[in-house]
């Protein structure tokens, strides 16, 4: 007789709660997806996005992935990023993620996943940062965030957990409302935040620049501005020209899929026709000591590989069935039989 397999669905409440003031711990989960990336673990095929016509700056993105060693998944992301939302009082995205068993092919869980997406995505940069940092003998000292949503929230969050001193901190947003209420947000963590009236001023004054922005095309194109060399984290990667990537040091996420979809080092790559200006991806620094360079910018590009967001997802499925607080939806797969019953003998 077959047994119908549990599917369990977990609310954002839920994930908040395993998650929330544990972002060390996501660091951690971060990290050991990114290692079974590299050792060649994983599997990660292209993202596939939904655009609309009618609606240019909108888009639905499908990110289906597969994590072996002790992770074991199979799944897919599926996340909207609206940003006309945020005039409307609501987050520019939103996201729902399936995990499949391993065996079956199965789906067990469905868990709203904004959150798990914007912690893998502040896990994955805080991590670079912290790793970078310390291969080039500089710890920086003034922090500076380009966008003040969800994402910035996190990776300050992030950042804080796992030991950057963020008490000097500078702040620009296209929304003057959105820069004060986030400079209002550090300073309650005890930073001694600046509103920035330009994205050069913000830039010039940042020794770790957090750009985290809607934009769709470069307006970060002057390598001048960059002159300090500060450590970039350009989790948007579509703000920074290809004159200031192809001046830098760039660690990348994955270099094939970083290399599309018109990102800035995309768009280095198509001015110059080859990959020569990649420095590596986060897995090589890693596995291995690397010198990273102190007299040259370092720019570090996450495409946002899925292979994170299914590795967290399982770590917050098991965490809650560990603890007896997953619930299950009660028949969701019916009529598991591969051919009706013959009637009884009269």
Not at 111 to 136: G, M, N, Q, V, Y
Not at 295 to 300: A, C, E, I, P
Not at 327 to 341: I, M
Request: proline share 6%; aromatic share 6%; hydrophobic share 45%.
């Amino acid at each position: 007789m077959n047994t119908a397999p549990a599917f369990s669905v977990i609310p954002g409440s839920q994930v908040h709660d395993v998650l929330a003031g544990r972002e060390k711990e996501v660091v951690d989960v971060v990290e050991r997806a990114y290692r079974l990336h590299g050792e060649g673990s994983t599997v990660n095929p292209d993202s596939y996005f939904l655009r609309f016509p009618d609606r240019p700056s909108s888009r639905i993105i499908a990110l289906p992935a597969s994590v072996g060693g002790e992770v074991g998944v199979h799944g897919m992301k599926w996340i909207s990023s609206f940003p006309e939302n945020v005039a409307a009082g609501l987050p520019r995205a939103s996201a729902v993620l399936i995990l499949n068993d391993t065996a079956t092919g199965y789906p067990f869980a469905c868990l709203e996943s904004s959150i798990i997406s914007a912690a893998r995505t502040a896990a994955s940069a805080a991590l670079a940062a912290d790793r970078l940092a310390r291969a080039r003998g500089v710890r920086p000292a003034r922090i500076g965030f380009l966008g003040t949503g969800l994402i910035a929230r996190y990776l300050h969050d992030h950042l804080r957990a796992i030991g950057f001193d963020l008490s000097r901190a500078g702040v620009h947003d296209s929304d003057p409302a959105h820069a004060e209420g986030f400079a209002a947000y550090l300073a309650g963590h005890g930073a001694t935040a600046d509103v920035h009236a330009t994205s050069e001023d913000l830039v010039r004054a940042s020794d770790l620049l957090v750009i985290a922005t809607v934009a769709a095309a470069p307006h970060l194109t002057d390598p001048a501005w960059f002159g300090h060399h500060p450590l970039v984290l350009n989790i948007s990667l579509r703000d920074l020209g290809p004159e200031v990537i192809l001046g830098a040091y760039n660690v990348l996420d994955d270099v094939d899929h970083c290399l599309k979809a018109d990102t800035s080092p995309h768009l280095a790559e198509q001015l110059v026709g080859h990959r020569g200006f990649v420095d590596g991806t986060l897995y090589d620094h890693l596995a291995r000591e690397r010198e990273v360079p102190a007299d040259r910018t370092v720019v570090f590009s996450p495409f946002g590989l899925g292979v994170l967001d299914l590795a967290l997802a399982r770590h917050v499925h098991d965490r809650l069935a560990a603890t007896g607080r997953l619930t299950s939806v009660p028949g969701f797969f019916h009529d598991l039989r591969r051919h009706e019953a013959p009637p009884a003998a009269g």
